[in-house]
């Protein structure tokens, strides 16, 4: 079928009574958005994957993480920064203050702006390599815990043993969840079990709850569950 314009996506929408839905963003402007995050200033981080699903050779990547901002108010972004572009099929992001912190293949980074220019002039690794085999269930959905750890999914099929710098590992094969502190000193696995989960959000109450692709939609996480 031919791809449908914004509008006409919109239009296709069911929502709740009360709800309404905009166009914040769209192509050109952004291309293949997967993951999203809003700052502490109410910049909306985009990972955007020209490449997905072939990975780009190792150092080849051109796969972007941008800022989006609305600077005059209307409700559209309408400045676009492209924090870094050497990307290769990033999905996960979670910016903190000045870095953001990102999954591209093969590990999770942390993306630094040491300048104040709003582009990335520093990264480095902070787990990894994670196993790439299937590019459609890899590490996603970075949400920072009430206890300061960064929570994350680990998606379908891939088999990856990671360790901190602790130097303590664990070994996750399809889909599973984990958390690990933000200097990249430990990682711990949450739950077991799941097939492919995308998805990943705490309530009020601190309960963390996930999708899953494949089985049931959403599951309410209990650490060390499977």
């Known amino acids: 079928t031919e791809a449908r314009t914004p ?33 502490a200033q109410g910049r909306l981080w985009v990972t955007q994957s020209y490449e997905y699903p072939f990975p780009a050779e190792a150092g080849e990547g ?8 609305d600077t005059d108010g209307d409700g559209k972004a309408d400045k676009f920064t492209h924090f870094e572009d050497t990307l290769n099929i ?12 990102a999954y591209s293949i093969p590990n ?14 520093h990264s480095e690794v902070v787990l990894g390599a994670f196993c790439h085999r299937d590019t459609h269930g890899m590490v996603n959905n970075l949400t920072r815990g009430y206890d300061g750890w960064i929570y994350t999914c680990h998606g379908f099929t891939n088999t990856s043993t990671i360790a901190g710098a602790d130097g303590d590992s664990i070994s996750m094969t399809s889909g599973n969840t984990f958390r690990f ?10 739950t077991f079990g799941q097939v492919n989960p995308f998805g990943l959000a705490f309530d009020e109450w601190g309960y963390l709850y996930s999708t899953d692709c494949h089985t049931s939609p959403i599951y309410q996480l209990i650490r060390g569950a499977d």
């Open 108 to 121: 999770l980074y942390r993306f630094s702006d040491t300048n104040g220019d709003q582009q990335a002039d």
């Open 90 to 101: 990033p999905i996960g992001v979670l910016p903190v203050n000045d870095e953001a912190f």
């Open 62 to 69: 051109s796969d972007r993480l941008s800022i989006l901002e």
């Open 181 to 190: 502190r933000p200097d990249g000193s430990r990682v711990e696995q949450t």
């Open 7 to 39: 509008e006409e996506e919109r239009l296709g929408f069911e929502l709740p009574e009360g709800f309404e839905i905009h166009l914040f963003a769209s192509e050109p402007d952004i291309v293949k958005p997967l993951n999203i995050a809003f700052d």
